[in-house]
């Protein structure tokens, strides 16, 4: 089992950066595959990004493809999202997820993921 704790969510200008990071704790998380997903009110949860164990293989969401880079330390136990040029849409519970099994046809899906964080919030707004 994997522990996660999100944190550096905040509020932000649009056009501001932030960058989201995701601790693990537990069994191995260099194991793992590890996503972002995110949920806005009244929304569903969403994709955002995903990373194989390796962290050779990144994969985004279309919304955030060119501005968010998603990044993993498997030394560190932890993973990161950056976040640039945030869009008011962009505003939502942003939430890591993890599971012991990367699959090339589920990775967008959160019901493919056992572990995930209590999420953090990130407001775009002026």
């Known amino acids: 089992q994997v522990q996660l704790v999100e944190s550096g969510g905040g509020l932000v200008q649009p056009g501001g950066s932030l960058r989201l990071s995701c601790a693990a704790s537990?069994?191995?998380?260099?194991?793992?595959?590890m996503a972002w997903f995110r949920q806005a009110p009244g929304n569903e949860r969403e994709f955002v990004a995903a990373?194989?164990?390796?962290?050779?293989?990144?994969f985004y969401a279309d919304s955030v493809r060119g501005r968010f880079t998603i990044s993993r330390d498997n030394e560190k136990n932890t993973m990161s999202l950056h976040m640039n040029s945030l869009k008011p849409w962009d505003t939502a519970i942003y939430y890591c997820?993890?599971?012991?099994?990367?699959?090339?046809?589920?990775?967008?899906?959160?019901?493919?993921?056992?572990?995930w964080g209590q999420g953090t919030q990130v407001t775009v707004s002026s």
């Open positions: 990373i194989t164990v390796s962290g050779r293989g990144t």
């Open positions: 997820a993890a599971d012991p099994a990367w699959s090339n046809s589920d990775y967008g899906k959160s019901n493919h993921y056992d572990y």
């Open positions: 537990g069994r191995a998380f260099s194991g793992y595959a």
